[in-house]
């Protein structure tokens, strides 16, 4: 098959090349990818920054839909040709990927493959932080950072399907009138106001706050959250070290969460996709949820997508094209 490979250069160079197959051991599916989309986390990884967790493929890609071409022993719920996406540990930017028969969802005969591309990744990080890590519940407040991002355009929506008031930060106008789109009440273009001002006039407070940024936002975020409010680190842009008002913490009663889906256990990753299968599957299926899609591109053109994301151009995702 062919595969993405980082070449060892200066400017970390893709190049679209053929590899060895993958195999398919007991418990998982074969798929013939169509196509995959573009996480934060592939720059890292590129850069060789975040390697991919022990068993993993070594290609970048944490996502696809395509066609199942064949299944490893135990494997009963899924057949040859069924269409699919998945949550993958690494192996989205390949023509074939092995993965846990449970890590699948299957693809409504109504969608096509680049829809299938753009959910897992951002629909299960935004699912597992703000319901499970934070335990946002109906009436509550939740504030998302980075609100444009895939995550955040995904977050939004969870949001307000779960009812709870959404308040968004984004670096654009643009950005910000799609999450308003998508449901959220209130936005701030932290570029141009202090958001943590600008909330501060609007409410009185947030109760969850799901956060990309990191050190720089951490004290304004512990400012804005509630007696009881929960703070969930997903990444930390603006830098990892930062102090910390224990007092403020401890009288407010915050909870300071940090969380990571990639390197999970397979058992806890099937755990998340049956919940959210169970409780938002529906509202994609039907869509009162949406994948955004910024642009779509061919996987020869992995570089290019790429770089929509490092220079924060995306709006929700961008999908690569594997098979036409
Ligand atoms: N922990 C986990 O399990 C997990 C899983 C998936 C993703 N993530 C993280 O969640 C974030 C969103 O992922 P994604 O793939 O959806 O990313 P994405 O679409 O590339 O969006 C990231 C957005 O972050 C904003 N941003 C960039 N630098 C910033 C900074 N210094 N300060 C504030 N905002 C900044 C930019 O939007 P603006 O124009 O608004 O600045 C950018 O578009 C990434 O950081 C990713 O690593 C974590």
Same mark, same amino acid.
Request: aromatic share 6%; charged share 20%; glycine share 10%.
């Given at each position: 098959?062919? !595969?993405?490979? =980082? /070449?060892?250069? &200066?400017?970390?160079? +893709? ?5 060895? @197959?993958? *195999?398919? $051991? ?67 930017? !390949?023509?074939? =990927? /092995?993965?846990? &028969?449970?890590?699948? +969802? ?5 969608? @096509?493959? *680049?829809? $299938? ?70 936005? =701030? ?25 990191g050190a720089d936002y951490l004290v304004r975020n512990m ?19 930062a102090?910390i ?80």
């Amino acid at each position: 098959m062919k !595969a993405i490979t =980082v /070449a060892n250069d &200066a400017d970390y160079s +893709l190049c679209w090349q053929e590899v060895p @197959d993958p *195999t398919c $051991g007991p418990g998982e599916v074969l798929v013939d990818i169509h196509a995959t989309a573009v996480n934060r986390a592939d720059l890292l990884q590129r850069a060789g920054n975040y390697p991919p967790p022990p068993g993993a493929s070594p290609y970048m890609g944490l996502e696809m839909a395509g066609v199942v071409a064949a299944t490893g022993e135990t494997v009963t719920q899924w057949q040859p040709g069924d269409r699919v996406l998945g949550l993958l540990s690494g192996g989205g930017y !390949a023509e074939r =990927v /092995a993965v846990p &028969a449970t890590h699948l +969802l299957p693809l409504p005969a109504e969608r @096509d493959f *680049t829809w $299938g591309a753009a959910i897992c990744e951002v629909f299960l990080t935004a699912f597992v932080n703000l319901f499970r890590e934070a335990g946002l519940r109906t009436g509550e407040t939740a504030l998302i950072h980075g609100g444009g991002s895939g995550v955040g355009t995904a977050a939004v929506q969870l949001c307000h399907q779960a009812g709870a008031k959404v308040i968004v930060t984004a670096g654009t106008d643009a950005k910000v009138a799609c999450c308003l789109a998508l449901g959220a009440e209130f936005g =701030v273009n932290y570029k141009e106001r202090d958001f943590a001002e600008a909330i501060l006039a609007h409410t009185d407070g947030v109760d969850v706050i799901l956060d990309i940024a990191g050190a720089d936002y951490l004290v304004r975020n512990m400012r804005l959250l509630k007696s009881e409010g929960r703070l969930v680190i997903i990444a930390v842009l603006t830098g990892a070290e930062a102090q910390i008002d224990l007092l403020e913490l401890q009288k407010k009663r915050l909870r300071l969460i940090g969380s990571v889906l990639r390197s999970r256990s397979d058992e806890e990753k099937t755990a998340i996709i049956a919940a959210f299968k169970e409780r938002f599957w529906p509202l994609l299926v039907d869509g009162r949820m949406r994948a955004v899609i910024e642009d779509v591109l061919p996987i020869e053109r992995a570089a290019e997508a790429q770089d929509i994301l490092r220079q924060n151009r995306n709006i929700g995702k961008v999908v690569m094209q594997v098979r036409p």
